[in-house]
């Protein structure tokens, strides 16, 4: 089972927009011209999600897209079921009418509970990743390809700044 480009660029477009919604709305011109996604196919794409409310439309002079919640309260199972994109590894669909036709019967294929089980997990596990934890994923590629990071660790000093950074006097025993 494969996902498709549907699918793909469905969460590409989203993890573009969340890097971006603390600006104002994004246009699908800006994110056709930075992900190289055809704008008709956006514009479909947005529409399903628009009605999925995952996103919401600003018209007009400085309109475009917003998400419609906090990037953490979407998944990319919820991206992915949007724009209609199926998640079934079965040959069935999860009918389990795998097997007609064989001994005058139907029912389910040898194999079938074992893609089915595959289809399962997969739906566990893209629900188990937000819009979120790829907009971190994304930023934190974006700061070692600046060259901050080496090896997996910062080249340039960090100092961690306290909450309360008042100095305290010792307490006398």
């Not at 089980?117 to 979120?132: A, F, I, P």
Request: aromatic content about 4%; charged content about 25%; glycine content about 8%.
């Amino acid at each position: 089972m494969r996902l498709t480009t549907k699918g793909r660029f469905a969460v590409t477009a989203m993890i573009d927009l969340a890097l971006r919604h603390h600006s104002g709305p994004v246009t699908l011109a800006a994110i056709s011209a930075r992900q190289n996604i055809s704008l008709s196919y956006l514009e479909q794409l947005f529409g399903k999600l628009r009605r999925h409310e995952l996103v919401d439309s600003v018209r007009g002079p400085g309109g475009g897209y917003t998400l419609a919640r906090h990037a953490r309260d979407v998944s990319v199972a919820d991206i992915i079921f949007a724009v209609d994109e199926p998640l079934d590894a079965t040959s069935c669909g999860g009918k389990e009418n795998c097997d007609i036709g064989r001994n005058g019967h139907s029912g389910k294929c040898m194999t079938h509970d074992l893609w089915a089980t595959l289809s399962r997990k997969m739906l566990e596990y893209l629900d188990s990743v937000s819009l979120q934890d790829l907009v971190d994923q994304q930023r934190l590629r974006e700061w070692q390809e600046s060259g901050h990071m080496r090896n997996g660790r910062p080249t340039i000093p960090i100092t961690p700044v306290a909450a309360d950074s008042r100095v305290q006097e010792p307490v006398s025993a």
